[in-house]
Nanobody
Framework: QVRLVESGGGLVQAGGSLRLSCEASGSTWRINAMGWYRQAPGKQRELVAFIARGGSTTYADSVKGRFTISRDNTANTVFLRMNSLKPEDTAMYYC????????WGQGTQVTVSS
């Protein structure tokens, strides 16, 4: 099993920045890629960004140029730096892993006020 613990969410004004962290523990050898999804009220969960163990990245078009995903393989931690935040970025952000098994964190709320 893999346990994921997110942190770093909060309330920020439009144009501001936040940094999310997700630390994996347990059977971390199961993990290949790590990343983030988000879900706003009344909407489907959507991919935000993902990073493979080797460092290749994928971003949703809506966050390209504003968000940066990075990873510390030694610490089994993935980060999401979010700049120029917009009210439409408001959502619950979930950490997810890909590899042997599919694991999810409990989520961290990001609220961007206009």
């Amino acid at each position: 099993q893999v346990r994921l613990v997110e942190s770093g969410g909060g309330l920020v004004q439009a144009g501001g920045s936040l940094r999310l962290s997700c630390e994996a523990s347990g059977s971390t050898w199961r993990i290949n890629a790590m990343g983030w999804y988000r879900q706003a009220p009344g909407k489907q969960r959507e991919l935000v960004a993902f990073i493979a163990r080797g460092g290749s990245t994928t971003y949703a078009d809506s966050v390209k140029g504003r968000f940066t995903i990075s990873r510390d393989n030694t610490a089994n931690t993935v980060f999401l730096r979010m700049n120029s935040l917009k009210p439409e970025d408001t959502a619950m952000y979930y950490c997810n892993t890909d590899g042997i098994g599919d694991y999810w964190g409990q989520g961290t709320q990001v609220t961007v006020s206009s």
